[in-house]
């Protein structure tokens, strides 16, 4: 028997306890990646951040952070949907993991080259001082109701759940989740405190820096696509 043998026989912990912590190592990698992604996907500039932006200018914080919560919630239910819808699917029809991958990081790779592309404009968006119960109507409707965003979100979120190891679901959409809610939050008190400082220069910025990540991301579903056609 070796040395390293009979280290296993009287401390059997050991080998559990390293498990253990590739475990808690593999699911922290995961949430950084949607965490990471989340953060790419809500930051370009559209009308949920323009409801945020406008109402934070022009109103009290605490309005503009229950308007927040209202787009953040919208948020992360469409999320939750395209990504539990497409993986599904999956299960049901297992050549659609390849497929979706492959469309999936084309149109990835196509919105980062838009987002990169396009020019931030502050004009829309700017009728948020009315009722409460409308911003949360006007907000599910640009959120559920888009066409766009149900087709994005379904397919960038479909392809990265085919990417993702057997139990990586929940620490993806919880990372993917935790962005939302950290970024509509902290844009609202960023902007509230700013106010007139933030225009469509920076904005125009921040979409540039977020289309390159996406884009990278894109690049990666290829990557793992590539892989497992080759496998």
């Known amino acids: 028997m070796t040395l390293a043998e009979l280290a296993a026989l009287f401390a059997p912990d050991v080998k559990v ?55 953040i919630f919208w948020d992360i239910s469409l999320g939750l949907a395209c990504f539990l819808g497409v993986g599904a699917l999956m299960e049901a029809l297992p050549w659609l993991k390849e497929l979706i991958l492959g469309a999936g990081g084309l149109l990835v790779v196509y919105i980062g080259v838009g987002l990169i592309r396009s020019k931030a404009d502050l004009s829309g968006g700017k009728d948020v001082n009315q009722p409460l119960w409308k911003i949360i109507g006007a907000a599910f409707i640009v959120t559920w109701l888009n066409p766009q965003a149900l087709i994005d979100g379904t397919l960038m979120l479909g392809a990265f759940r085919a990417s993702l190891p057997t139990g990586g ?22 902007v509230h405190l700013l106010g007139s400082r933030i225009n469509s220069h920076v904005l125009t910025l921040l979409n540039r820096v977020c289309g390159a990540v996406i884009v990278l991301y894109g690049i990666k579903l290829l990557g793992n696509l590539v892989q497992m056609v080759l496998v």
């Open 17 to 71: 306890k390293a498990l253990d912590k590739a475990i808690a190592r593999g699911a922290g990698t995961i949430y950084l990646q949607g965490l990471s992604l989340g953060f790419a996907y809500v930051a370009p500039i559209g009308m949920q951040n323009l409801f945020v932006i406008n109402s934070a200018m022009s109103q009290k914080l605490k309005r503009a952070m229950a308007t927040a919560l209202i787009v």
């Open 169 to 190: 679901d929940l620490y993806f959409i919880t990372g993917f989740a935790s962005a939302s809610f950290l970024w509509f939050n902290l844009l609202a008190i960023a």
